[in-house]
């Protein structure tokens, strides 16, 4: 059984800092492209980073040079750090698992809010 468990998300005030990590099951991950989306009420779900099973990253516009993807596949386990944070990040947050375009799984979640 396939699991994209996340975890790490919560309230921090504007400026702050978070860590979000998602830790998979049930797949080979070192070949599967790791990315993090967000979905705001009202809006559609966005991708803001991937990381390819070698390590290439990529970003939205919206977070580049604030958040960071990185992958540890002993773990099987992908990170997201975020800084700078800001009220228009709050959003449910979701690690994502790719391979090829046959195979996605989603994880459930996590809250974060960016709040004073």
């Known amino acids: 059984q396939v699991q994209l468990v996340e975890s790490g998300g919560g309230l921090v005030q504007p400026g702050g800092s978070l860590r979000l990590s998602c830790a998979s099951s049930?797949?080979?991950?070192?070949?599967?492209?790791m990315g993090w989306y967000r979905q705001a009420p009202g809006k559609q779900r966005e991708l803001l980073a991937g990381?390819?099973?070698?390590?290439?990253?990529n970003y939205a516009d919206s977070v580049k040079g604030r958040f960071t993807i990185s992958r540890d596949n002993a773990k099987k386990t992908v990170y997201l750090q975020m800084n700078s944070l800001k009220p228009e990040d709050t959003a449910v947050y979701y690690c994502?698992?790719?391979?090829?375009?046959?195979?996605?799984?989603w994880g459930q979640g996590t809250q974060v809010t960016v709040s004073s």
């Open positions: 994502n698992a790719q391979y090829l375009t046959s195979t996605n799984y």
């Open positions: 049930g797949i080979i991950f070192s070949i599967f492209t």
């Open positions: 990381i390819t099973s070698g390590g290439n990253t």
